[in-house]
């Protein structure tokens, strides 16, 4: 059985700091690209960050670059999201999600997804 599960998420003030952490079992981890995607109430759930199944390659959603950084250590079959600067529109429920292959942008390209976590910053 394949289980994803976040953590890290709270409330925070803007310009403060998180890092999110996705711990996954029953996968090769190390064959699964990694992504992490977010939805706001009201919302569709959208993209915020990729890396490859090496962690060589890594892609992020324009209002986050400079911001936020996606890592990953497949010795602990965990994925990071290390967020800075956090602002209120950050705010969402963020999901950890896998996939074989290249970390695509699209929420129906992924197998296996987590139950989120979520993220509040306030003003």
């Known amino acids: 059985q394949v289980t994803l599960v976040e953590s890290g998420g709270g409330l925070v003030q803007a310009g403060d700091s998180l890092t999110l952490s996705c711990a996954t079992s029953?996968?090769?981890?190390?064959?699964?690209?990694m992504g992490w995607f977010r939805q706001a109430p009201g919302k569709e759930r959208e993209f915020v960050a990729g890396i490859t199944s090496t962690g060589g390659g890594t892609g992020y959603e324009d209002s986050v670059k400079g911001r936020f950084a996606i890592s990953r250590d497949n010795a602990k079959n965990t994925v990071y999201l290390q967020m800075n600067r956090l602002k209120p529109e950050d705010t969402a429920v963020y999901y950890c999600?896998?996939?074989?292959?290249?970390?695509?942008?699209?929420?129906?390209?992924?197998?296996?997804w987590g139950q989120g976590t979520q993220v509040t910053v306030s003003s």
């Open positions: 029953g996968l090769t981890f190390s064959s699964y690209a």
């Open positions: 999600a896998a996939r074989r292959g290249l970390p695509l942008l699209t929420v129906r390209e992924y197998d296996y």
